[in-house]
T-cell receptor
């Protein structure tokens, strides 16, 4: 079956702009998580959605937001872009929905965001 | 806070065995997972330890000791294609992973 897809793959924006990234999970997966990857900070959790509800959030400012639709597709939005937002944004989907059990997360190829 | 420390780089030759350690400080993880990431690629799942002990999956094994706040990934019969970055990650609930600092593995002929 098809893997996790993310669009766009590459994006160049300028400071102050906003951006919306999209993620389509594997069919049947209802959990979608977002991560930011940078050389300096590594992989950092942004938020997780399950059945359209945000269940968990990382330590990022309110400029970072997301949502999930009824078909499990998810979007994340970054407003008022800063140079430090340049990163690879990865989404991952999973079958597991419980609070404590862990289900293998399947990552998409990511969106490479460059802020000038 | 929650932090997971890994060696930054490990080198080995083809056919060898290598162990990548992960030590952590946290208020509590439900388990520890391992991911592999090739340059320019997405992380891919290798293993998950929900309980203390050893989990074996083919050439890869992973170990967890909660009492020691320590885990490791063991790679056997190394191949060139194993050259990649490896991350341990703690599951803090609701699919939230706190990733380690990452270890770059270089396999030489």
């Amino acid at each position: 079956k098809a893997g996790v897809t993310q669009t766009p793959r590459y994006l160049i924006k300028t400071r102050g702009q906003q951006v919306t990234l999209s993620c389509s999970p594997i069919s049947g997966h209802r959990s979608v998580s977002w991560y930011q990857q940078t050389p300096g900070q590594g992989l950092q959790f942004l938020f997780e959605y399950f059945s359209e509800t945000q269940r968990n959030k990382g330590n990022f400012p309110g400029r970072f937001s997301g949502r999930q639709f009824s078909n499990s597709r998810s979007e994340m939005n970054v407003s008022t872009l800063e140079l430090g937002d340049s990163a690879l944004y990865l989404c991952a989907s999973s079958l597991v929905g419980s609070a404590t059990d862990y289900g293998e997360q399947f990552f998409g190829p990511g969106t490479r965001l460059t802020v000038l | 806070g929650q932090s997971l420390e890994q060696p930054s780089e490990v080198t080995a030759v083809e056919g060898a065995i290598v162990q990548i350690n992960c030590t952590y400080q946290t208020s509590g993880f439900y388990g520890l997972s391992w991911y592999q990431q090739h340059d320019g690629g997405a992380p891919t799942f290798l293993s998950y330890n929900a309980l203390d002990g050893l989990e074996e999956t083919g050439r890869f094994s992973s170990f967890l000791s909660r009492s020691d706040s320590y885990g490791y990934l063991l790679l056997q019969e190394l191949q060139m294609k194993d050259s990649a970055s490896y991350f341990c990650a703690g599951n803090t609930g609701f699919q939230k992973l706190v990733f380690g600092t990452g270890t770059r593995l270089l396999v030489s002929p």
